[in-house]
């Protein structure tokens, strides 16, 4: 079994900041790309944030500049530190990751967390 357990959501001022944090847990034998997506009410689920595993990223047009993605490898971590937000960026904030686990062969496949609701208040 393979868990993506979110953290860090909640509620800020416009201007403020939060960080996000996704940790993996199970039988992990090998985690490739990570990323952060969200959705917000009445709206599709959009890419926010990826890293590769050899740390390479990419971002939304609308966060570049404002949000960092990072990743801590020995700890199966990934984080979404999100400065200057605005109320635009209220939405669940979902992590996923491409893994490979024990007892599913060599392929990678794509796990989800459950969501953390971020909202920023005007």
């Known amino acids: 079994q393979v868990q993506l357990v979110e953290s860090g959501g909640g509620l800020v001022q416009a201007g403020g900041s939060l960080r996000l944090s996704c940790a993996a847990s199970?039988?992990?034998?090998?985690?490739?790309?990570m990323g952060w997506h969200r959705q917000a009410p009445g709206k599709q689920r959009e890419l926010v944030a990826a890293i590769t595993g050899g740390g390479n990223t990419n971002y939304a047009d609308s966060v570049k500049g404002r949000f960092t993605i990072s990743r801590a490898n020995a700890k199966n971590t990934v984080y979404l530190q999100m400065n200057s937000l605005k109320p635009e960026d209220t939405a669940v904030y979902y992590c996923?990751?491409?893994?490979?686990?024990?007892?599913?062969?060599?392929?990678?496949?794509?796990?989800w967390g459950q969501g953390t609701q971020v909202t920023v208040s005007s």
């Open positions: 199970g039988s992990i034998v090998s985690i490739n790309g």
């Open positions: 996923n990751a491409a893994i490979q686990a024990m007892g599913r062969g060599p392929k990678f496949y794509d796990y």
